[in-house]
C-alpha cells in the first residue's frame, strides 16, 4: 500500500472513528489501516473487526474458526473498499470454513432489535451444524458484532445479560447496545405493539429542528413541524414499546432538550434525551413481562429460554 493509500485509510478510519463516538455517544476508535482485530471472548467465541483480504481468512483458519458471520451492510464495505466477493469465494474454496452474511445497519439500535431475533437464529443454527470457533464481526466491531454475541449467550448460552456483558467487557472494550437486546428479548416473549409519541421542541426562533436516533438510528434525520399558533416544533410518530435515546439538531447543532427525559451522563460526558414507551396496562402480562425483561438486571427463566430457543429455531434462514 503506497503512502497516499495509507493516508486515505487513515482519513476514513478518523471519519468513521468519530462518526461512532456521536452515534454510540461514547469515545470509540477503529483503525482500519492496522489490519483486522479480534478478541476471544469465550474459547468458541470471537468478536473483532471486519477481514479485508481473503488473508484473513487463514489467519482465522489456524485459529480454529469454522464460520464467519459478517453483519456489515453493504455501503459499510464499500466504504473502506473491502471486496467482500473475494472473501466469501476463497472461504468457499477452502471447504473448512463457512462464511456467512446477517446484516444490520451501523449505528442504528433500533435496527439491531428488530434484526437480532432472525441474526441470532441464524447465528444459532451455523454453530450447531461448523461447530468450533465463531467469529462475529461488524466493521470495527465495537458494536453490532459485540451485541449479537452478548443475545448469543443470553438466549442460548444460559448467560444472564449482566454476566455475558461483563465477560464480554472485560476481554473487549466496546459498546453494545444493551437496550436493544433487552427489547429484542420482550419482543419474541410478547409481540410487537405500537404507540403514538408526541415529542416538542418548545421555541420557534429557529428555521431547523430535527431529531436523530429514535427508530431511524444516528445516521438519519426526521424534521419536526413548526406549530406556528402555538410557537413549537412538533413530532408525532408511531414506536414500538421500548426505550428510545435520541437528540435534537437544531439549525444544525445538536443538543439536548432539557424539559424531556435526559439520560444519565456516561463516562465520556454524553447524555441524550429517551422516551420509554410502554403499555397502557402497566398490571397485565404483557406488561409486567416487559418490565421484568427491559430492566436493570432482565433474568429469563426456564420457560422464557425453551420459549426463545424454539422461536429461533423455526425462524426461516437464508441462503447468504
Known sequence: ?????????????????????????AVLTYRHELGMNYNFIRPDLIVGSCLQTPGDVDKLRKIGVKTVFCLQQDPDLEYF??????????????????????RIRDFDSFDLRIQLPAVVSKLH?????????????????????????????????????NEAHDLLMSKRSSFPKLNAIKSATADI???????????KWENNNYSTVEISGLDIGWGQRIPL????????WILKRELLEGVYEYKYIVDGEWTVNKYELITTVN??????????????????????LRKRL?????????EDRLKI????????GDEE
Open 1 to 25: 500500500m503506497s503512502g497516499t493509500d495509507v493516508e486515505e485509510e487513515e482519513e476514513k478510519s478518523e471519519i468513521y472513528s468519530h462518526n461512532m463516538t456521536e452515534a454510540m455517544g
Open 125 to 161: 443454527k451455523a454453530i450447531n451444524q461448523n461447530g468450533g470457533v465463531t467469529y462475529i464481526h461488524c466493521t470495527a466491531g465495537l458494536g453490532r458484532a459485540p451485541a449479537v454475541a452478548l443475545a448469543y449467550m443470553f438466549w442460548v448460552q444460559g448467560y444472564k445479560l
Open 267 to 288: 463516562k465520556d460526558g454524553h447524555t441524550n434525551n429517551y422516551v420509554e414507551v410502554f403499555d397502557d396496562d402497566n398490571g397485565s402480562g404483557n406488561a409486567v
Open 225 to 232: 413541524e413548526l406549530d406556528e399558533d402555538r410557537k413549537f
Open 294 to 302: 427491559t430492566g436493570d438486571d432482565p433474568v429469563l427463566t426456564r
Open 81 to 102: 473498499g473491502v471486496d467482500i466477493s473475494a472473501i466469501r469465494d476463497y472461504a468457499k474454496a477452502c471447504g473448512d470454513i463457512q462464511h456467512l452474511r446477517a
Open 309 to 316: 430457543r424454539k422461536s429461533l429455531e423455526t425462524l426461516p
Open 189 to 199: 416473549l410478547t409481540g410487537l405493539r405500537k404507540k403514538l409519541v408526541t415529542l
